[in-house]
């Protein structure tokens, strides 16, 4: 069946614009996490959806970025007043449910730059 | 809080060696651990993960990795490297009971020669 798809899959922005980034999990996962890869950061958490619950946001990176995910599926991340240090990979997961053993899959990621 | 390290930034190995990717972990509690691969481009791609039970867990593309307890490890292994195997790879630990984050090693970039 499909992965997890993220679109844009490249994003070049200056610096101070905004940027949209969107995530669609797999059909029927409940579970939808954000991940950041940087050089400087490795792989990083940003914030996690599960249902209707609130999202845990204890990764995000400042209050330029946020996320939310309607009807519980397709999940947008917005960054506010890009600056260069959000020059990444934006990374998209879900996984079937939020507890349990059950693997976290990962989608294609999108690439930022901003100049 | 769960952590987990690589020691290596890079492995060489000819292809048709065996091959080991190290990894070891910190934690409290009971380890629920993943290995993933990331080709140029791509995102993870997953391998494998321990939860409980056996130590020699199996996973994709014959790759295989060995829980040790005692040695807090969870090294990847396969017995004879491919030169498609070359990418980065990323050890990972299951951060919290609830929403289960994964805490990700700084990876090792394998690279088999032909």
């Known amino acids: 069946g499909a992965g997890v798809s993220q679109s844009p899959s490249n994003k070049v922005t200056e610096k101070g614009k905004d940027v949209e980034l969107r995530c669609d999990p797999i059909s029927g996962h409940t579970a939808l996490y954000w991940y950041r890869q940087s050089l400087g950061q490795g792989l990083e958490f940003l914030i996690y959806?599960?249902?209707?619950?609130?999202?845990?946001k204890s990764g995000l990176p400042s209050d330029r970025f946020s996320a939310e995910r309607t009807g519980g599926s397709v999940s947008t991340l917005t960054i506010q007043r890009t600056q260069q240090e959000d020059s990444a990979v934006y990374l998209c997961a879900s996984r079937p449910r939020a507890s349990g053993t059950d693997t976290q899959y990962f989608g294609p990621g999108t690439r930022l730059t901003v100049l | 809080a769960q952590s987990v390290a690589q020691p290596e930034d890079q492995v060489n190995v000819a292809e048709g060696n065996p091959l080991t990717v190290k990894c070891t972990y910190s934690v409290s509690g009971n380890p629920y651990l993943f290995w993933y691969v990331q080709y140029p481009n791509r995102g993870l791609q997953f391998l494998l993960k321990?939860?409980?039970?056996?130590?020699l867990v199996k996973g994709s593309y014959g790759f295989e990795a060995e829980f040790n307890k005692s040695q807090t490890s969870f090294h990847l292994k396969k017995p004879s490297a491919l030169v498609s195997d070359s990418a980065l790879y990323f050890c990972a630990v299951r951060d919290g009971l609830g929403f289960q984050k994964l805490v990700f090693g700084t990876g090792t970039r394998l690279l088999v020669s032909p």
């Open positions: 959806f599960q249902g209707n619950s609130a999202p845990d």
């Open positions: 321990y939860i409980t039970g056996d130590n």
